[in-house]
């Protein structure tokens, strides 16, 4: 099992920049595929980004390709979400998410552990 905890969020201009980070427990951090998600009020659950479990992979939604970037860190556990060219519509709640396998990555369904999430405003 994996407790996941997302920081970073916060108020942004558009135009401007976050990275999250997503710091999970346990020695198995390796073992887990990594994505992003995030939902914005009245929306469903959206897609942002996966990375496999060495870090050598990763996928992206289509709008976010050339601005979002996912990485991690296997040594610290942590998962990170660089947002670049943010846009008012990226404003939503952003959660990180762990599954066994890179295999249907764009789906929720298939994650096992997810964070709580953080908070990503951005004013036009």
């Known amino acids: 099992q994996v407790q996941l905890v997302e920081s970073g969020g916060g108020l942004v201009q558009a135009g401007g920049s976050l990275r999250l980070s997503c710091a999970a427990s346990?020695?198995?951090?390796?073992?887990?595929?990594m994505a992003w998600f995030r939902q914005a009020p009245g929306k469903e659950r959206e897609f942002v980004a996966h990375?496999?479990?060495?870090?050598?992979?990763?996928w992206y939604e289509d709008s976010m390709k050339g601005r979002f970037t996912i990485s991690r860190d296997n040594a610290k556990n942590t998962v990170y979400l660089q947002m670049n060219s943010l846009k008012f519509e990226d404003t939503a709640v952003y959660y990180c998410?762990?599954?066994?396998?890179?295999?249907?990555?764009?789906?929720?369904?298939?994650?096992?552990?997810w964070g709580q999430g953080t908070q990503v405003t951005v004013s036009s």
């Open positions: 990375i496999n479990r060495s870090g050598t992979n990763t």
């Open positions: 998410a762990a599954k066994y396998f890179s295999d249907n990555y764009y789906s929720p369904s298939g994650y096992s552990y």
């Open positions: 346990g020695r198995t951090f390796s073992t887990y595929a």
